[in-house]
């Protein structure tokens, strides 16, 4: 019920952003990242009208975050980078920062 909420107060206009903070999908892996793919697929319309800004929260923790680090590697990177055995060297989106406005977020 959140999710077309949502999208319909994007497409009115009456939302900046969507900060989403953790437990995404429960889970990203399971179904061998079935179940990721069909959530990512769900907020494909609301993430087309406004930036989606994500942060990982304990149910993005499988196989050291490797589905959440890979699904959002376009979150800005302003804090080094990242190597592990499941997705090599890239950049960390586990933390970062960002402006809008005259707030300073960080995730």
Do not use: K
């Not at 079935?34 to 196989?63: C, F, K, T």
């Not at 950049?91 to 970062?96: D, L, R």
């Amino acid at each position: 019920q959140t999710l077309p909420s949502l999208q319909q107060a994007a497409a009115r206009g009456e939302l900046d952003m969507v900060l989403h903070v953790g437990d995404m999908a429960y889970d990203f892996h399971s179904d061998n990242g079935r179940n990721g793919d069909a959530w990512m697929r769900d907020i494909e319309p609301l993430a087309a009208y406004v930036p989606y800004m994500v942060s990982h929260g304990n149910h993005e923790r499988a196989q050291n975050f490797n589905h959440y680090t890979q699904r959002f590697r376009n979150m800005p990177s302003n804090s080094g980078t990242l190597t592990s055995a499941e997705f090599g060297t890239v950049p960390n989106n586990w933390w970062y920062s960002w402006d809008d406005g005259l707030v300073h977020f960080v995730a």
